[in-house]
């Protein structure tokens, strides 16, 4: 492959989300990353929807890395890996705070072979810190950002996302991290550590509750699809049966929206000047706005708001998405053959580039499908591969 990244070499040892998500990242746009799991699989391949006993989310997160297995905790794994970290730029791990000391492949183990490796660690609370030797999942750090005490509807309990939000987060964090630190060597000729917690990038992304909070002692409630910042703003049911959602965090989308729906006698009431007081507003303005979508088919609906210059967007499934002519003309979604499953569609690469774009050359490999290429440039011979396949190192 080629791309902005071409001639960095990752070796990622993380499993399930936010740290391989990031490695996937960076071999969207060139780098060479190989994925070294353990013999028995990283667990993301057998972690939700499976065809034929083919786990999918694999194909998306594996895609475009080089499948390499490697127990790091024998002896004969770990002089291996020491071997590949002497010629790489960044390592990925998310193991428990001390494993890898543990393993004798600590940073300062690491550095002492290449002084420019950026080993990046990402973890549920950090290297550092009371928590640091928890065991952390996104869904704890969607706990603890607030993020799920401000979701759900206001006599609801707090709401968790039904996907790994915190992780995906954390992930692009995690993607400019290394990318930052790989820009840092450029000017030092040495790598550092990064240390990535995934409950930060998330509070990081919630916006202002911390000084808020600081500067006027307010804790943000949960107001379901309701804005505390503006109105209209909410999920409305149309005539067909199909769901529309709407925004006006414009003064003038607020206003185009209230005349098109025949009510424009509330862009003169006072409190209409200002989103927050639109805000304390939003049953009436609500209902001004459903009444009106809801005596109309989603087609109509979307016309009229289009040729106000009003913001809205229907509510899709994975159905709708694959067939959007917005999504086709961006090429959002990627059609890639796939040796165990055919023909597959997945998200494609996430920014366009005009002169060096990404691309994805294949998806998820089959466990331990370059061993041979990749471990074969360490010395690793086909007898010395049924060695250590004998004692459970590779498979």
């Given at each position: 492959m080629?791309?902005?990244?071409?001639?960095?070499?990752?070796?990622?040892?993380?499993?399930?989300?936010?740290?391989?998500?990031?490695?996937?990242t960076l071999a969207d746009y060139g780098a060479e990353v190989i994925k070294i799991?353990?013999?028995?699989?990283?667990?993301?391949?057998?972690?939700?929807?499976?065809?034929?006993g083919v786990?999918?989310?694999?194909?998306l997160?594996?895609?475009?890395?080089?499948?390499?297995?490697?127990?790091?905790?024998?002896?004969?794994?770990?002089?291996?890996?020491?071997?590949?970290?002497?010629?790489?730029?960044v390592v990925i791990e998310n193991f428990r705070p001390g494993t890898l000391e543990r393993w004798g492949l600590g940073y300062d183990e690491l550095r002492a072979i290449n002084p420019g490796i950026v080993l990046t660690r990402v973890t549920g609370f950090g290297q550092i810190g009371p928590y640091a030797k928890r065991p952390g999942f996104g869904t704890l750090a969607e706990a603890m950002s607030g993020f799920a005490a401000i979701t759900g509807e206001p006599d609801g309990p707090p709401m968790l996302p039904p996907f790994g939000l915190a992780d995906g987060i954390a992930a692009l964090a995690t993607a400019f991290a290394v990318t930052t630190a790989l820009r840092a060597r450029d000017h030092t000729g040495q790598g550092q550590v990064v240390?990535?917690?995934?409950?930060?990038?998330?509070?990081?992304?919630?916006?202002?509750?911390i000084i808020a909070y600081d500067q006027l002692g307010v804790l943000q409630e949960r107001?379901?699809?309701?804005?505390s910042n503006n109105a209209p703003r909410n999920t409305y049911r149309t005539k067909d049966g199909s769901w529309v959602a709407i925004s006006t965090s414009a003064q003038s989308i607020a206003e185009r929206v209230m005349r098109l729906v025949g009510r424009p006698e509330f862009i003169d009431e006072p409190w209409f000047a200002s989103g927050a007081e639109r805000a304390k507003h939003a049953d009436e303005l609500d209902e001004a706005v459903g009444s009106w979508i809801a005596a109309r088919e989603r087609d109509e609906v979307i016309a009229e708001f289009e040729k106000a210059e009003a913001a809205i967007a229907?509510?899709?499934?994975?159905?709708?998405?694959?067939?959007d002519p917005q999504f086709q003309a961006l090429g959002t979604i990627a059609t890639l053959p796939d040796d165990e499953l055919g023909p597959v569609r997945m998200q494609n690469?996430?920014?366009?580039?005009?002169?060096?774009?990404?691309?994805?050359?294949?998806?998820?490999?089959?466990?331990?499908?370059?061993?041979?290429?990749?471990?074969?440039?360490?010395?690793?011979?086909?007898?010395r591969m049924e060695q250590l396949r004998e004692k459970g190192v590779v498979r």
């Open positions: 080629t791309g902005a990244l071409s001639g960095i070499r990752v070796l990622d040892v993380a499993m399930l989300f936010a740290g391989p998500l990031a490695a996937t799991e353990h013999p028995n699989g990283d667990p993301v391949r057998n972690h939700g929807a499976q065809r034929d786990g999918l989310w694999w194909k997160l594996g895609r475009n890395k080089k499948a390499v297995t490697l127990y790091l905790g024998s002896p004969e794994g770990q002089a291996i890996f020491r071997e590949m970290v002497a010629d790489a730029d240390d990535m917690a995934i409950i930060e990038p998330i509070l990081t992304l919630l916006g202002p509750q107001t379901g699809n309701r804005s229907p509510i899709y499934t994975a159905a709708d998405i694959v067939e690469v996430l920014f366009r580039m005009s002169d060096t774009p990404g691309s994805i050359e294949w998806t998820g490999a089959p466990v331990g499908a370059h061993n041979d290429e990749v471990l074969g440039r360490y010395g690793v011979t086909a007898e």
